[in-house]
């Protein structure tokens, strides 16, 4: 009998047992996930930190993607499948670098799909929406919200940005080339600006994908990747501007490869703990071990400002960070 019972007691010490080593988790660790994820997209909803990042395999495997929440940027639980292109039926392959937005009581997933070469071939950057940020989504507008190569630049790498008045722009570009344009306020499409332009081209030196913008104390940062994706030299540089219109002219790189930990560091996105100047980066990078350009791992280290506003250039960790977690909670990007 009393054999029975401490079998059958076993599997909730095993559980309790496995509780308490997750909990007192010291630090994240990088990466924060298991296995090869790349571009990611950081979000802040409710007090969760989300992360969704492109699945980096090859181009034709690329068809889904899943997410990461955390409550403390220590512990993360996985979602498969957040979206898949059985909910997409025009996207076929290289489904890249979401960008995501709470608004209203939905969520906006934006997403790179089909890695067009030319105005002749159909994809570009999509939308889909649910009503959770696991989702499932689902194509929001049963086509592209951007098709064709607009001032040289790629439609992939878009990044959604909410001005102080309300505005929702996208920003987006491959090739070397970026873009900004006002969005509907519905998303469904993308919408002249005062000067009657859709697509205006703010490319700074060195620019080559993966920009984002966000606000600090009334600044207004600019990043973006520059060298190549399957390169050491990847790397993350940075501008600042007054307004959404800059100018941005180039202020210096903050992230790049060490010899000691990693090579490949790049296409980022940046949280800030809601209340605190307390932000963070969270990146791609490749191991040294690697050589599959594709065998990239989303980690998160910490990024500091100087007393003059400057990023500090930023020191890749394998420990990552330690536990944050969320005070006031946030519904916004």
Not at 50 to 69: E, G, I, R
Not at 170 to 189: E, P, Q, R, V
Request: one cysteine or more; a positive charge.
């Amino acid at each position: 009998m009393k054999k029975s019972i401490i079998l059958l007691l076993l599997p909730a010490f095993i559980s309790q047992a496995t509780y308490a080593q997750k909990s007192t988790k010291k630090a994240s660790g990088n990466p924060i996930a298991q296995g090869w994820y790349a571009d990611p997209e950081a979000a802040i909803f409710g007090k969760q930190y989300w992360v969704y990042p492109t699945y980096s395999d090859k181009y034709n495997k690329q068809v889904h993607f899943d997410a990461f929440s955390s409550p403390d940027l220590v512990n993360w639980t996985k979602h498969d499948n957040v979206l898949d292109s059985s909910n997409v039926k025009w996207a076929k392959r290289a489904m890249w670098a979401p960008a995501i937005v709470q608004k209203e009581g939905k969520y906006y997933f934006f997403f790179g799909a089909n890695d067009i070469q030319s105005d002749k071939e159909y994809g570009g950057i999509g939308v889909a929406v649910a009503d959770k940020p696991e989702g499932p989504f689902k194509d929001y507008l049963g086509k592209p919200l951007i098709d064709k190569i607009v001032n040289g630049a790629q439609p992939i790498d878009q990044f959604v940005f909410k001005d102080t008045d309300g505005q929702y722009y996208i920003i987006y570009g491959g090739w070397g080339h970026c873009n900004i344009a006002k969005l509907k306020s519905d998303f469904t499409s993308v919408e002249p600006a005062a000067d009657g332009k859709i697509f205006k081209e703010m490319t700074p030196k060195g620019y080559v994908e993966g920009p984002i913008m966000f606000i600090r104390k009334g600044k207004y940062y600019f990043m973006w990747s520059e060298g190549g994706w399957t390169g050491p030299d990847y790397q993350v540089a940075y501008a600042v501007g007054n307004s959404i219109n800059g100018p941005f002219k180039k202020i210096g790189v903050v992230l790049k490869q060490d010899p000691a930990m990693a090579t490949g560091a790049g296409h980022h996105s940046v949280i800030q703990v809601p209340g605190k100047d307390k932000w963070y980066i969270i990146y791609h990078r490749r191991p040294l071990t690697e050589t599959d350009g594709n065998h990239r791992v989303t980690c998160i280290d910490k990024m500091i400002f100087d007393k003059d506003g400057w990023i500090k250039p930023v020191k890749m960790t394998n420990e990552g960070v330690s536990a944050s977690r969320i005070v006031r909670a946030s519904r916004i990007k």
